[in-house]
Antibody, heavy 115, light 107 residues
Framework: QVQLQQWGAGLLKPSETLSLTCGVS????????WNWIRQSPGMGLEWIGE???????NYNSSLKSRVTISLDASKKQFSLKVNSLTAADTAVYYC??????????WGQGIMVTVS | AIQLTQSPSSLSASVGDRVTITCRAS??????LAWYQQKSGQAPQLLIY???TLNGGAPSRFSGSRSGTDFTLTITSLQAEDFATYFC?????????FGQGTRLDIK
C-alpha cells in the first residue's frame, strides 16, 4: 500500500514561489505516475500536473507557464513548484499517485495561503 | 478541456436510503471516469474507477455505471459514514478534470 506524506511552506506572499514535496513509502515508485492537485472553494478540485517514472511531465494549461514538477527516484520523492503566486493560488494542495488512471492514493494535503 | 457536470449539487437523505448521483461529460470519455468520496478535512478517497470497477476496500453498497456520456454513482442502503461530498473525475484526456461535487447530508 502506497503512503504519501507532503511537506512545504504554507504561508507565502504574492509573487513568491510555492515549493512542496511529497515523499512516497510502500509500493513501487517506478510503477506510478505522480500528480499534484489543488482544491479551493472557488475552483473546486483542479489537476495541476503529473510526472511519469521516466520524468515526462504533463501540466494543466491553466498554470503551465508557472509550474514545474520534478522527481528524485533515489529518495522516492516528487516536488511541485509554482512561481509568481497570487491570491488565486490559495488552496489545499494534494499529491496523488496514479496507477489505474484514477488517483488511487492521496497525501494529507497542505493548505497554502498567499497573502 | 472536458467538462463534468454533476447533479444534484446537494442531496439530503436518510440512513437506509438508496441514492443516485449523476455526472455528465461534455464529450465522450469511454469508461475513463472515477468517483471519489471526501469527508470534511480529509483528502478524497477513490471509490470507483473505469466507470464501474469498485476500488479495493470500498464497500459493495457503492456501484457505478455508464450510459454514453452519462455516469451514475449509486449508494444502496446509506450508512452514517457515507454522508460526505462525492466527486467524479475523467482521465481520458488532458487536462484531467473533476466535477463540482455533490454534497450528501443527513435529512
Amino acid at each position: 500500500q502506497v503512503q504519501l506524506q507532503q511537506w512545504g511552506a504554507g504561508l507565502l506572499k504574492p509573487s513568491e514561489t510555492l515549493s512542496l514535496t511529497c515523499g512516497v513509502s510502500g509500493g513501487s515508485f517506478s510503477a506510478y505516475h505522480w500528480n499534484w492537485i489543488r482544491q479551493s472553494p472557488g475552483m473546486g478540485l483542479e489537476w495541476i500536473g503529473e510526472i511519469s517514472p521516466g520524468g515526462n511531465t504533463n501540466y494543466n494549461s491553466s498554470l503551465k507557464s508557472r509550474v514545474t514538477i520534478s522527481l528524485d527516484a533515489s529518495k522516492k520523492q516528487f516536488s511541485l513548484k509554482v512561481n509568481s503566486l497570487t491570491a488565486a493560488d490559495t488552496a489545499v494542495y494534494y499529491c496523488a499517485s496514479q496507477l489505474l488512471g484514477a488517483f488511487d492514493y492521496w497525501g494529507q494535503g497542505i493548505m497554502v495561503t498567499v497573502s | 478541456a472536458i467538462q463534468l457536470t454533476q447533479s444534484p449539487s446537494s442531496l439530503s437523505a436518510s440512513v437506509g436510503d438508496r441514492v443516485t448521483i449523476t455526472c455528465r461529460a461534455s464529450r465522450g470519455i469511454g469508461n475513463s471516469l472515477a468517483w471519489y468520496q471526501q469527508k470534511s478535512g480529509q483528502a478524497p478517497q477513490l471509490l470507483i474507477y473505469d466507470a464501474s470497477t469498485l476500488n479495493g476496500g470500498a464497500p459493495s453498497r457503492f456501484s457505478g455505471s455508464r450510459s454514453g456520456t452519462d455516469f451514475t454513482l449509486t449508494i444502496t442502503s446509506l450508512q452514517a459514514e457515507d454522508f460526505a461530498t462525492y466527486f467524479c473525475q475523467q482521465f481520458n484526456n488532458y487536462p484531467f478534470t473533476f466535477g463540482q461535487g455533490t454534497r450528501l447530508d443527513i435529512k
